[in-house]
């Protein structure tokens, strides 16, 4: 399974791979997120940003419902919506994929059920343009939108930052 999670993030886009492993280490507090991965101030803002929202991360955690019972759906829907919608209007996570692979990083596998509907009132949402809601929300699949069940087996494949080596100081 780590090699077919592996080819899902290497299909995925180059800005969505780097903002993929940027979130992980922002989300999983790895390394010095804001360091490694901000190019200029607006990357810098974007960061700091992404890190006060996901500060929600460990209580969102703690609140996915054990079941698809519905009392637990207003403390736990609004906080996933909310940091789902900040990563979708990044720009670089263009599919229900791309998310998916994301939050099942985030916050583990029990957050499969609630993805669906987490990432289509995030992508329905006004603050996106209005041809990226039409990607977003064309991205997920019949079958992802109406599954009738999910796994429980945890992603085993983390994205991690690797430093470029210069193929000139490699020995013959």
Same mark, same amino acid.
């Given at each position: 399974?780590?090699? @077919? ?17 940027r979130? &992980?280490d922002?989300? &999983?507090?790895?390394? %010095? @997120?804001? *360091?490694?991965? !901000? ?8 960061i700091?940003?992404q ?19 519905? %009392?637990?759906?207003? *403390? ?13 209007g990044q720009?670089?996570?263009? +599919?229900?994929s791309?998310?998916?692979?994301l939050y099942?990083? =985030? ?7 609630? =993805?669906?509907?987490?990432f289509?009132?995030? @992508? ?13 929300? *064309?991205?997920? +699949? ?5 599954? +009738?069940?999910w ?8 994205p ?5 080596v210069? !193929? @000139?100081?490699?020995?013959?």
């Open positions: 399974m780590t090699l @077919a999670e592996m080819k899902e993030f290497a299909g995925f886009a180059a800005a969505t791979q780097r903002y993929v492993r979130s &992980l922002v989300g &999983l507090d790895r390394d %010095d @997120a804001l *360091q490694r991965w !901000s190019r200029d101030v607006v990357e810098a803002a974007s700091r940003a890190s006060r929202l996901y500060d929600r991360l460990p209580d969102i955690r703690a609140m996915v419902p054990d079941d698809s019972g519905l %009392d637990a759906v207003d *403390q736990f829907l609004g906080p996933l919506v909310a940091v789902t919608a900040f990563d979708l720009g670089r996570l263009t +599919s229900f791309a998310y998916r692979f099942e990083r =985030l916050i583990g596998a029990p957050i499969r059920p609630w =993805l669906p509907a987490a289509c009132a995030a @992508a329905a949402l006004p603050h996106l343009h209005p041809e990226l809601r039409r990607t977003l929300l *064309q991205s997920i +699949s019949e079958a992802a939108a109406t599954a +009738s069940g796994s429980t087996r945890e992603p085993s494949f983390f991690y930052w690797v430093e470029k210069d !193929s @000139a100081a490699l020995p013959n």
